[in-house]
């Protein structure tokens, strides 16, 4: 079955500083993936996804990730992040079989100032 | 143009009552999904349609939840006889057709007392 782990729950960085959110996935194929931010009373929004083709992708907002199959990872990166990246960020996969989504419990990002 | 329109973004009732959640899709969209998210949680999928018909429905909790979507436009996802561990926030996504990337709106928040 399709999984997804997002192994911090909080991650607090100064405003400036790098990011990096951490997610591993379990899925025997090749998965579709995604990243989605969530701010507070809002909706999910798409920051990038992958589907095929170049591991490094890039999104909206100054983000990108980086798909690694030997680590089953798609870690969500940014070089400086700004006070309204603070949100929360959900990795997510779905099968080429089907199309629900399956999402991790997500990890809420706090910005210092 | 206009995204995923839910109402109400809000609904309180008593336990025991009888709901319904409305969806409106992008126009054009073929594809509707229900996903229920849980305090601290991801979304987790329940339903999803292509055009008028429920495509995979595996993820209904149980008999009390149904959804239509009669025209293969607004869908309407129904709860009957309400439990307090239905509380949650309710995310509708559309997307062009089934395996585009799904555009959520902003949800309806149930709480039942």
């Known amino acids: 079955a399709q999984s997804v782990t997002q192994p911090d729950i909080h991650i607090t960085v100064s405003e400036g500083a790098s990011l990096e959110l951490r997610c591993n996935y379990s899925?025997?194929?090749?998965?579709?993936l995604f990243w989605y931010v969530q701010s507070p009373g809002q909706g999910l929004q798409l920051l990038l996804k992958?589907?095929?083709?170049?591991?490094l992708v890039q999104g909206i907002k100054g983000f990108e990730a980086e798909f690694k199959r030997s680590q089953s990872s798609f870690n969500l990166r940014k070089p400086s992040v700004h006070w309204s990246d603070a949100a929360e960020y959900f990795c997510?996969?779905?099968?080429?079989?089907?199309?629900?989504?399956?999402f991790g419990k997500g990890t809420r990002l706090h910005i210092l100032p | 143009g206009a995204g995923v329109s839910q109402t109400p973004s809000n609904k309180v009732t008593e336990k025991g009552k009888y709901v319904e959640l409305r969806c409106d899709p992008i126009?054009?969209?073929?594809?509707l999904y229900w996903y229920r998210q849980s305090l601290g949680q991801g979304p987790e999928f329940l339903i999803y349609?292509?055009?008028?018909?429920?495509?995979?429905d595996s993820g209904l909790p149980n008999d009390r939840f149904f959804a239509v979507r009669p025209e293969g436009s607004v869908s309407t996802l129904k709860i009957q006889r309400t439990e307090r561990g239905d509380s949650a926030v309710y995310l509708c996504?559309?997307?062009?057709?089934?395996?585009?990337?799904?555009?959520f709106g902003d949800g309806t928040r149930l709480s039942i007392l």
């Open positions: 996504a559309s997307s062009l057709t089934r395996g585009q990337p799904q555009h």
């Open positions: 899925y025997g194929a090749t998965p579709y």
């Open positions: 992958y589907f095929s083709g170049d591991t």
């Open positions: 997510a996969v779905k099968s080429d079989r089907d199309d629900k989504i399956i």
């Open positions: 126009s054009g969209h073929t594809a």
């Open positions: 349609f292509q055009g008028t018909g429920a495509a995979d």
